[in-house]
């Protein structure tokens, strides 16, 4: 087994409010930031596991996504390897 | 004037507490995943932005997270540069 370290991002579907993100678009924009025109808001998670190879995290770490992480309906999400190191034992 | 798009990441620090990924490790260890040791959830944050050039907009990030996107006691964050286009006219 293998130690692997992801990274899964979700953010909310172009088109759908965003009023966190909206938020720190007008806030950037008061701090003098003009040239800011759009913030979008979502969530990075960083998943430390085991598993007997990169493809078998990656594929667990979409369904976990489907199944828990991210909102089907209103969400993307994106899942990447960070890094990879081998378990002391298992 | 280009317009990028840029990625913040902003996660908790190593050792801090994270009540949130906390909750998730558990709901994932209990849908069967027993092979996740460890969950962090932080915020993935894409900023549409207009600048000279794409140092200058990953500079303008940077100062952005020291002062309104991370809470820099208790979050790392990093940047990095997604796309860039030219901007129609300005």
């Known amino acids: ?41 979502g969530k990075a998670i960083y998943i430390d596991m085991q598993a007997e190879s990169a493809d078998a995290a990656l594929d667990a770490a979409d369904v976990m996504c489907r199944k828990l992480l991210a909102n089907p309906v209103t969400e993307d999400f994106e899942v990447s390897l960070v ?4 378990a002391a034992t298992s």
């Open 1 to 41: 087994m293998t130690q692997y370290r992801l990274e899964v991002r979700v953010k909310p579907r172009p088109g759908l409010l965003d009023p966190q993100g909206k938020a720190i678009h007008h806030s950037l924009n008061s701090l003098g930031w003009s040239g800011v025109d759009d913030v979008r808001v």
């Open 83 to 86: 890094s990879e190191q081998e």
